[in-house]
């Protein structure tokens, strides 16, 4: 089992900047993923950035703004977002899976607005 903790969320105008963390513990051997999704009111729910054993994903509308980060040693992702729009506001949810099973945090809500 594993427990996802995220934080980090808020209110921030257009233009600003917000970090995201999420810390994973229990027992992350068999983890191959740890990334974020968010969710907008009346849209599905979408994958914004991942960081897997072999490599990165990250949402083409992020690019160059949003950056994913681990420290493997304290089981932690980081989302930094940069340059945030009204079209970032949404829940964000941390994930992390493995091949078969994918736990999810609470998730932390983002509102980008002046």
């Known amino acids: 089992q594993v427990q996802v903790v995220e934080s980090g969320g808020g209110l921030v105008q257009p233009g600003g900047s917000l970090r995201l963390s999420c810390a994973a513990s229990g027992n992350m051997v068999r983890i191959y993923s740890m990334g974020w999704y968010r969710q907008a009111p009346g849209k599905q729910r979408e994958l914004v950035a991942q960081i897997t054993r072999v490599g990165m994903i990250i949402l083409d509308s992020v690019k160059g703004r949003f950056t994913i980060s681990r420290d493997s040693a304290k089981n932690t992702v980081y989302l930094q977002m940069n340059s945030l729009q009204p079209e970032d506001t949404a829940v964000y949810y941390c994930?992390?899976?493995?091949?078969?099973?994918?736990?999810w945090g609470q998730g932390t809500q983002v509102t980008v607005s002046s």
């Open positions: 994930n992390v899976g493995t091949s078969n099973v994918s736990y």
